[in-house]
């Protein structure tokens, strides 16, 4: 059943049980003003979801660091301001950034074992960088048999991405010419369900994937949602499950579930190239900005050491605000690459031969 043909149906059911036509159920609320309401609340779950999506995955990372932190800076100077905290105790604000250098120091004990974590998959004897050499050119190697007009196959991500993807177009469009209009009424659905979606996730990411220079984000973010484990899986569902395939629709079947593999392994391996990548920004990041944290947050004992006298009221809120949301750079950053590296990876945890729950349509 297409989304449509479901989407009918079940507006057909809303009808049906709608008493008396005009009203909806026992609230005397005319249909009118309902179907008014649901545009609107869809608009405000699909405004929900866009910010969602952007806070765990598709919003800058560097920007989202530096908003925390501003968030942090005015947060704590209105709470000044309502009374909630106050910068006048010396002892309060020197144990605070004491307790911050100490944090500080924490994320840099993270950062080191971030390090070496990346440098263990990047670095070895010349034995295992050969063998990883000749599994990623093997690899590379059948991806080009899969198009007979392909030569060598780009070393730029997206084009790369871009051309098993219009193989992968072209093996559905050839299935759907290839299979017979003679097989039963379930298996063309089937037949239509899965040729359909596919066409249609092939169609998008070439759209998404047409600037050559992309990061690997950029070009990973367009495969991240779509379950092609489970198309894979339902594709040789219509193999087994349709019977009297000619020789000629079980090879574009298989030709089809080929295809799928590959832009299934191509995304896990696209995705490991991204974790290790920033895994490599995230360590970075916090040594840039742990030296400054540390240094701001002593030069804000020592100014209390002295009863910051020379500053007035409104100055010291606001030297202590800033000084705060410098401390807190470090602890934003492995938070904002962390949730997005955390959510890739459990979004993308299956390989094929299973499908967890979380990743289900």
Same mark, same amino acid.
């Given at each position: 059943?297409?989304?449509?043909?479901?989407?009918?149906?079940?507006?057909?059911?809303?009808?049906?049980?709608?008493?008396?036509?005009?009203?909806?159920?026992?609230?005397?609320?005319?249909?009118?003003?309902?179907?008014?309401?649901?545009?609107?609340?869809?608009?405000?779950?699909?405004?929900?979801?866009?910010?969602?999506?952007?806070?765990?995955?598709?919003?800058?990372?560097?920007?989202?660091?530096?908003?925390?932190?501003?968030?942090?800076?005015?947060?704590?100077?209105?709470?000044?301001?309502?009374?909630?905290?106050?910068?006048?105790?010396?002892?309060?604000?020197?144990?605070?950034?004491?307790?911050?250098?100490?944090?500080?120091?924490?994320?840099?004990?993270?950062?080191?074992?971030?390090?070496?974590?990346?440098?263990?998959?990047?670095?070895?004897?010349?034995?295992?960088?050969?063998?990883?050499?000749?599994?990623?050119?093997?690899?590379?190697?059948?991806?080009?048999?899969?198009?007979?007009?392909?030569?060598?196959?780009?070393?730029?991500?997206?084009?790369?991405?871009?051309?098993?993807?219009?193989?992968?177009?072209?093996?559905?469009?050839?299935?759907?010419?290839?299979?017979?209009?003679?097989?039963?009424?379930?298996?063309?659905?089937?037949?239509?369900?899965?040729?359909?979606?596919?066409?249609?996730?092939?169609?998008?990411?070439?759209?998404?994937?047409?600037?050559?220079?992309?990061?690997?984000?950029?070009?990973?973010?367009?495969?991240?949602?779509?379950?092609?484990?489970?198309?894979?899986?339902?594709?040789?569902?219509?193999?087994?499950?349709?019977?009297?395939?000619?020789?000629?629709?079980?090879?574009?079947?298989?030709?089809?579930?080929?295809?799928?593999?590959?832009?299934?392994?191509?995304?896990?391996?696209?995705?490991? !190239?991204?974790?290790?990548?920033? #895994?490599?920004? &995230? @360590?970075?990041?916090?040594? %840039?900005?742990? =030296? $400054?944290?540390?240094?701001?947050?002593?030069?804000?004992?020592?100014?209390?050491?002295?009863?910051?006298?020379? !500053?007035?009221?409104?100055?010291? #809120?606001?030297? &202590? @605000?800033?000084?705060?949301? %410098?401390?807190? =750079? $470090?602890?934003?950053?492995?938070?904002?690459?962390?949730?997005?590296?955390?959510?890739?990876?459990?979004?993308?945890?299956?390989?094929?031969?299973?499908?967890?729950?979380?990743?289900?349509?």
């Amino acid at each position: 059943m297409t989304d449509g043909e479901s989407t009918g149906r079940r507006g057909e059911g809303d009808v049906d049980d709608a008493p008396g036509g005009d009203d909806r159920g026992d609230t005397g609320v005319p249909d009118e003003r309902v179907d008014a309401e649901q545009p609107e609340l869809a608009g405000r779950e699909s405004d929900r979801n866009r910010i969602v999506h952007w806070l765990l995955v598709s919003g800058d990372r560097r920007r989202m660091v530096w908003l925390l932190s501003a968030a942090a800076t005015v947060a704590f100077i209105l709470a000044d301001i309502v009374g909630v905290v106050g910068v006048a105790s010396p002892s309060l604000i020197a144990s605070t950034f004491t307790s911050a250098i100490t944090g500080v120091f924490t994320i840099v004990a993270v950062t080191v074992s971030i390090n070496q974590l990346v440098l263990s998959r990047v670095i070895g004897p010349p034995d295992t960088i050969r063998k990883r050499t000749e599994s990623v050119q093997e690899f590379r190697t059948h991806v080009e048999g899969l198009d007979a007009e392909q030569t060598v196959s780009s070393t730029m991500p997206a084009a790369f991405l871009q051309s098993l993807i219009e193989t992968l177009d072209e093996r559905t469009r050839a299935l759907e010419d290839e299979f017979s209009a003679e097989h039963d009424d379930d298996a063309q659905t089937d037949l239509e369900d899965l040729t359909g979606t596919l066409r249609n996730i092939c169609t998008q990411v070439e759209k998404d994937l047409q600037h050559p220079r992309m990061t690997l984000y950029e070009v990973l973010e367009p495969i991240l949602t779509n379950e092609f484990s489970q198309y894979h899986h339902e594709a040789r569902e219509l193999k087994a499950s349709t019977t009297n395939l000619r020789a000629d629709e079980e090879r574009a079947i298989d030709r089809v579930v080929e295809a799928l593999e590959e832009v299934n392994i191509t995304r896990h391996y696209f995705k490991t !190239l991204y974790v290790h990548e920033e #895994l490599a920004t &995230v @360590s970075r990041l916090i040594l %840039v900005t742990g =030296l $400054p944290a540390v240094i701001v947050s002593m030069g804000i004992i020592l100014l209390y050491s002295r009863d910051a006298i020379f !500053l007035g009221d409104p100055y010291i #809120l606001i030297v &202590v @605000s800033v000084g705060l949301g %410098v401390v807190l =750079l $470090p602890l934003n950053v492995l938070f904002a690459y962390g949730l997005r590296i955390g959510t890739i990876a459990k979004m993308t945890t299956t390989f094929g031969t299973f499908t967890p729950v979380d990743e289900m349509p």
